[in-house]
């Protein structure tokens, strides 16, 4: 086929794509160097960032993404309209050092409005994208048309307030209390008409910390993210619902899974992702990214609906879901990138993928740090299927360090973990015929059978000549980011698995900030490669 012929043939099955973009044709395309698709697409069913690249893309059903704008700074509190006619977004604080700017993107011209603004948060108030001011005396509300009117408020909410959230016929407002009547870092939330009139969300005055928060397809509704600190590193994060025009919030339990356990969220727990599904949420919960360490198993997700809750699996930092079985989800990486100093205030970036109404799933953008669907697409979303909790039968088959277990040494743990499970003391105590009898002893005892059952469902270590249960006791390691001994996934289970306390006492010669986990002697189980490469079970291991 000669140049003309093929260019007349492409021609032809572009102007036929275009024609039938409303019946959802799925010809591939996707965005090139400079934003413009290199085939036809379809209306935006969701927006996501990519911090580093300074973009905001924009992808349609059934996956074809295309740049919608340029960053010149970090976008913040990205939001569709209503309608899912237009974006709008505010410079970061921390990356706007030629002043913050509102900008607003009508989609289907393209045009972006940038607006210089000394101003906080953004939502949709209806079809205007609306800010509050720095003094926290007026909302500013930006049309489409690019006229700018301010709506002096009837209840100032002085500074360090912002617009949290829009809505339907109203905003949110979250403005702080003072540290002296709530604690640090406490707002009440309010909310404000076009006119400006403030109404509380009663209880009036009732504090909470918010972070990050998202309003239901129908603008009636928002659910936010708490994050209580207990000083450095030590965070604590719930999911919070209200309604507007409705007295009190609901606050469900986190859940408290075999899940959760695992990935030893706990004590200290953040909200990574939040996002309307239909008539529920989408919750993701994880580590603190600065503070401490971020194995993909680590994270959590699930779908919140009516006070109960859903598990979806492991490893997002993200997830949403749109009509037609779509879905998206920020993956967290094996191996996080090392950091700039100047990208520290940014979340864990992740691959950004999407699954399409025929199930089949691709990447739309690496380094992504947030998306989001838009109303009308979050609306259609139906309940996802729960996933099974995580657990093992049996003895792992990978040690620690992730490195497969010698298969003879790992046949003996099986072999000693079933006599223990059934009980048969003869048995335990033949294979413990190399054992001391300090270890010998509690074989006796249904405690201490127990014990050995609970033992041999953790990871061993390898030594120079066998192997460690848990891997723990040859190999200690810290709960904390970018160090030579950071917990792996495998250790975090580990240590909630078997309860293993913080290490009592830190080498002076050490300098690791996080906590330290060593198992004490009487939580070690030893095997060892005697002459001929016979596995046999040595008791206790001391290094």
Partial sequence: MNRSARAARW??????????????????????????????????????????????????????????ARLKAAADD????????ALAWIDDENDSAAGRKLHRLDIATGHERTTPCACRGVGFLGDEAATLTTDGDALLLFAADGQVRRAQL?????????????????????????????????????????????????????????????????????AWFSADSGGACWNV?????????????RTPERPADAAMTRALL????????????????????????????????????????????????????????????????????????????????????GDLEFTDRRGARHVLGDRVSAFVFTPAESAKAAAPEPVAQPGRAGVAKTTDRGEPVPAHLRALAQRIRDAAEADDVARLLELCGHCDDETRAPLRTAKGRRAVVRLLSSHPGRTENGVVFPGLAAHRCVDEPAQD???TAEQLQDIALLDVPVADSIDSAE?????????????????????????????????
């Avoid at 003072?178 to 509380?200: M, Y």
């Avoid at 959590?300 to 006070?307: A, E, K, N, V």
């Fill in 237 to 249: 994060g719930d999911v919070l619902l209200a309604t507007y025009g409705e007295k009190g919030r």
């Fill in 266 to 349: 706990k004590d200290r727990v953040t909200v990574t992702g939040l996002a309307w599904a239909g008539d529920g949420l989408t919750v993701s919960f994880g580590p603190n990214v600065g503070c401490q360490a971020v194995p993909p198993e680590r994270f959590q997700s699930y779908y919140l609906r009516d006070g109960t809750w859903s598990y979806l699996g492991p490893g997002m930092r993200a997830v949403g879901y749109g009509g037609q079985g779509r879905a998206a989800r920020i993956l967290v990486p094996q191996r996080p990138e090392p950091r700039k100093e100047e990208e520290f205030y940014l979340p864990l970036l």
């Fill in 154 to 222: 009837s209840v100032p909410q002085g500074a360090y307030g912002k617009v949290a959230l829009g809505g339907r016929n109203a905003v949110t407002i979250a403005s702080a209390l003072p540290e002296e009547e709530a604690g640090r870092g406490q707002f009440q939330l309010a909310a404000a008409d076009r006119t400006g009139k403030v109404r509380p969300f009663l209880p009036a005055r009732a504090p909470t910390s918010f972070h990050e928060g998202v309003e239901s397809p129908d603008g009636r509704h928002i």
């Fill in 78 to 85: 990205v939001r569709w309209s209503p309608d899912g006619s």
């Fill in 11 to 68: 021609a032809t099955a572009l102007v036929a794509c275009v024609a039938l973009l409303g019946a959802g044709c799925d010809t591939p395309g996707g965005g090139d160097g400079d934003g413009r698709p290199k085939a036809a697409h379809g209306a935006p069913v969701l927006a996501f960032v990519r911090p580093l690249a300074r973009e905001i893309a924009l992808a349609d059903a059934a996956g074809r993404t295309w740049r919608g």
């Fill in 511 to 543: 300098s690791y900030q996080g906590y330290i986990y060593e198992p004490k002697i009487e939580q070690r189980l030893q095997l060892r490669t005697v002459a001929g490469g016979t596995a046999v079970w040595v008791g206790r291991y001391a290094p």
């Fill in 485 to 487: 001994i950071t917990c």
